[in-house]
C-alpha cells in the first residue's frame, strides 16, 4: 500500500455468549460513516444452538453488508474460567463466520480501543457509548455491546489511515523499496 485508503467497510464484533455486539463503519480519510449495527441476542442453555446461532447472525451480516475487514478486541483474562471459556467459544464462533467470507482480521487491546474513540485508554463504558453516538452522528446512544463493537471497527480505521501515511511517508522517503 502507497497511499492513505480511499474507502473501506469494516465490521467490528465485541462477543459475548449472551450478546454479540456488531458494527459496520465506511471509513475514509479518517472519518468513519455508521452503516448498520445491532446485538445478536442468544438464549437458552444449549451451547451448540447459542454458537450456531452467533456464527448465522454475523454470516448474514457480513454476506448482506459485504465488510472488507474484521476488527476485534483482544481477550486478556476474564474472572472465572467458566465464563472466559465461553467467551473464548462466541468469539470463535463470530470470527469464523467472519474469516470463512475472506475476511481478514485484525485485533486490538481493549486500551487502543478505548483510546482511538475517547482519547483514554481506561475510558468507561458509557463514555465509549457518548462518543460513539458523537463520532457517528448517531440520534440515540448505541446498545453497549453494539457501541463496544463500532468501537473496534473505528479504532482499526484510524489504525489502518495511520499505517498507510506512514508507509506512503516512508516511499517517498526511498526507506521502502
Do not use: W
Not at 440515540?140 to 495511520?162: F, K, N, Q, R
Request: hydrophobic share 45%; net charge positive.
Amino acid at each position: 500500500m502507497t497511499g492513505p485508503i480511499e474507502s473501506v467497510r469494516i465490521l467490528g464484533i465485541d462477543p459475548g455468549s449472551r450478546i454479540t455486539g456488531y458494527g459496520i463503519v465506511d471509513f475514509h480519510r479518517n472519518r468513519a460513516r455508521h452503516v448498520t449495527s445491532g446485538c445478536i441476542h442468544v438464549r437458552g442453555a444449549d451451547l451448540s444452538a447459542r454458537l450456531r446461532a452467533i456464527f448465522d447472525g454475523i454470516t448474514t451480516v457480513v454476506e448482506r453488508e459485504r465488510p472488507a475487514a474484521l476488527a476485534v478486541e483482544q481477550v486478556f483474562f476474564h474472572r472465572n474460567a467458566a465464563s472466559a471459556l465461553k467467551l473464548g467459544q462466541a468469539r470463535g464462533a463470530a470470527l469464523m463466520a467472519g474469516v470463512s467470507k475472506g475476511l481478514a482480521l485484525y485485533e486490538y487491546s481493549p486500551n487502543q480501543v478505548k483510546q482511538a474513540v475517547t482519547g483514554r485508554g481506561h475510558a468507561p463504558k458509557d463514555q465509549v457509548q457518548h462518543m460513539i453516538r458523537i463520532l457517528l452522528g448517531l440520534r440515540e446512544l448505541p446498545a453497549s455491546d453494539a457501541a463496544d463493537a463500532l468501537a473496534v471497527a473505528i479504532c482499526h480505521g484510524h489504525t489502518s489511515e495511520t499505517l498507510a501515511r506512514m508507509q506512503s511517508s516512508a516511499a517517498r522517503a526511498g526507506i521502502l523499496p
